[in-house]
């Protein structure tokens, strides 16, 4: 092999380089290649060696999962073919929409409060009978106040609840007597729901029925340790201490609603 002076690469030609094509005596330009004395030949022409190419296989290939979304609607479908219909959601009430509770999950939180509260009073007056009227009025106090927290009635922040409240402790004075009471104010709120269509108070009904069922309980508590009378039940006269429980009970649940916060 030679080295061409001209460009530094080795050349088989004795005579022409086979890379910058030069004379390698004069440096002059050549066209053609002469053929080299010896028979060599120029890289150029060497034969290309063909690389086989791979045998195709015959086994099927595995299909790639295509990550493009799915169409919203099926165009596949007629348009006149009915869709199958989804199962509708259960039907909840009104409050249950707007705060979130059921009636059961508002009477657990209610009695989970009351009922300690309820055992604590019975067993005062069990033990101490005299302090009958302050242990209810402060136990009628506490449940008040926990019912509107509970949510299991609404606040008492409203002007025709206000009567209505003034109207139940009226006839409670009158009465003395909360079965009779409860009864008058039914009857009247039903009578002027089916005459007039008004809208009857379910959280004051609810609530003086709270107050009549945990009156009766104390009352034959104070039966039994021989401190009252059974026939005080069945006089109906003014009186107006025994309606300060019913007015303990009223005032709690306005307190009680102006701290109820309505997310928790």
Not at 53 to 72: G, R
Not at 131 to 156: C, E, M, Q, R, T
Not at 225 to 236: F, G, L, N, Q
């Amino acid at each position: 092999m030679t080295q061409c002076r001209w460009c530094g690469q080795q050349t088989n030609h004795p005579q022409v380089c086979e890379w910058c094509r030069r004379d390698l005596a004069t440096g002059a330009l050549v066209r053609t290649l002469p053929p080299a004395p010896g028979g060599t030949a120029s890289p150029s022409s060497a034969p290309t060696q063909n690389n086989p190419t791979p045998p195709v296989s015959s086994q099927p290939t595995q299909a790639i999962p295509s990550s493009q979304p799915q169409p919203l609607y099926d165009y596949s479908r007629p348009v006149g073919q009915p869709t199958a219909q989804q199962p509708a959601d259960q039907i909840k009430f009104l409050y249950e929409v707007s705060e979130g509770y059921t009636f059961l999950a508002r009477l657990e939180r209610f009695l989970g409060v009351a009922l300690p509260l309820t055992a604590l009073n019975v067993l005062v007056l069990g033990w101490k009978p005299e302090w009958a009227i302050w242990a209810n009025l402060l136990y009628f106090l506490l449940v008040g106040a926990w019912l509107p927290n509970s949510h299991l009635v609404d606040k008492l922040d409203d002007v025709e609840l206000f009567r209505d409240v003034g109207l139940v402790v009226l006839l409670n004075i009158l009465c003395c007597n909360p079965v009779v009471a409860l009864v008058l104010y039914g009857l009247a709120a039903l009578s002027l729901w089916a005459i007039t269509r008004a809208d009857i108070n379910w959280s004051l009904l609810g609530i003086l029925l709270i107050y009549t069922l945990l009156r009766i309980l104390f009352d034959i508590v104070l039966y039994l340790v021989d401190y009252s009378d059974p026939a005080d039940w069945v006089r109906v006269g003014v009186a107006f201490m025994g309606s300060m429980p019913l007015f303990a009970m009223f005032l709690g649940w306005f307190l009680g609603g102006m701290f109820r916060s309505d997310y928790a």
